[in-house]
């Protein structure tokens, strides 16, 4: 999960220096940062390894991660009009929240 989430702060810091550097052009940046959907991120498309027993804990924690709980996980579908709406502010902010756990 290290390499994860190493690319979701990496895409947080370009965007934030992205809002910076076109926001004087009249370009505004938002990052869309959601909790879990019903995708197949974790299905067939995933590329699974053999568990190592070492790994055993980070296994069991993000099994358990109240994200994944069948209750808390999204549909993308009901973002729909939230996006829409965010193309369409003049001054949106830099970050929306989507999901049940977002703001509980």
Not at 10 to 30: K, M, P, R, Y
Not at 32 to 44: A, I, K, P, Q
């Amino acid at each position: 999960m290290g390499l994860y989430s190493a690319t979701k702060f990496a895409v947080e810091g370009f965007s934030e220096a992205l809002q910076a550097e076109v926001q004087d052009f009249g370009i505004h940046v938002t990052l869309v940062e959601s909790n879990s959907f019903r995708t197949d991120f974790l299905g067939v498309s995933a590329t699974h390894s053999q568990p190592m027993g070492v790994y055993q804990k980070v296994n069991d924690d993000f099994k358990n991660d109240d994200g994944l709980k069948p209750e808390n996980i999204g549909d993308l579908r009901a973002t729909i009009e939230a996006i829409q709406m965010l193309m369409d502010t003049k001054e949106p902010s830099l970050r929306l929240f989507f999901g049940k756990l977002a703001y509980p």
